[in-house]
């Protein structure tokens, strides 16, 4: 399986030595997105807010390579506050994901300044549908 390595100005600069996407064709996976914005660096407040700019940031890579929202398969949420924030971030996320919903797996995690932070694997349905 050969795979592609893909960065792009307008997400935040990775925090270390990883890329943005990874795309292996049919399959595509992102690192794991803040909410920083990408023109400032500025963090928004609140989950809501965070959780809007973090699916931003998803979304931005996704289009690196060709793919939306739509095409994701599977979600990691991290939440700083998993029972204070789930209800708010996950109201985000229903409004911005749309039925069949990915798989999704949300933990609580000890976030570095922000309140959450997300990765997803996405599919090409039709290389998948012609493989």
């Given at each position: 399986m050969t795979w592609t390595?893909?960065?792009?100005?307008?997400?935040?600069?990775?925090?270390?030595?990883?890329?943005?996407?990874?795309?292996?064709?049919?399959?595509?996976?992102?690192?794991?997105?803040?909410?920083?914005?990408?023109?400032?660096g500025a963090v928004p407040?609140?989950i809501t807010a965070q959780?809007?700019?973090?699916?931003?940031?998803?979304?931005?890579?996704?289009?690196?390579?060709?793919?939306?929202?739509?095409?994701?398969?599977?979600?990691?949420?991290?939440?700083?506050?998993?029972?204070?924030?789930?209800?708010?971030?996950?109201?985000?996320?229903?409004?911005?994901?749309?039925?069949?919903?990915?798989?999704?797996?949300?933990?609580?995690?000890?976030?570095?300044?922000?309140?959450?932070?997300?990765?997803?694997?996405?599919?090409?349905?039709?290389?998948?549908?012609?493989?």
């Amino acid at each position: 399986m050969t795979w592609t390595a893909h960065t792009s100005p307008e997400l935040p600069e990775p925090a270390g030595p990883y890329s943005h996407v990874i795309d292996a064709g049919t399959m595509v996976w992102t690192a794991g997105f803040g909410s920083q914005d990408p023109a400032t660096g500025a963090v928004p407040e609140g989950i809501t807010a965070q959780t809007e700019q973090v699916l931003d940031n998803v979304e931005v890579a996704l289009r690196t390579v060709g793919l939306g929202l739509a095409d994701v398969v599977k979600a990691t949420v991290h939440l700083q506050h998993l029972d204070r924030d789930f209800a708010a971030y996950n109201e985000v996320y229903a409004n911005r994901f749309r039925p069949p919903y990915p798989v999704r797996t949300t933990v609580g995690s000890t976030l570095a300044g922000i309140l959450v932070e997300v990765d997803v694997v996405a599919v090409r349905r039709d290389r998948a549908a012609a493989g």
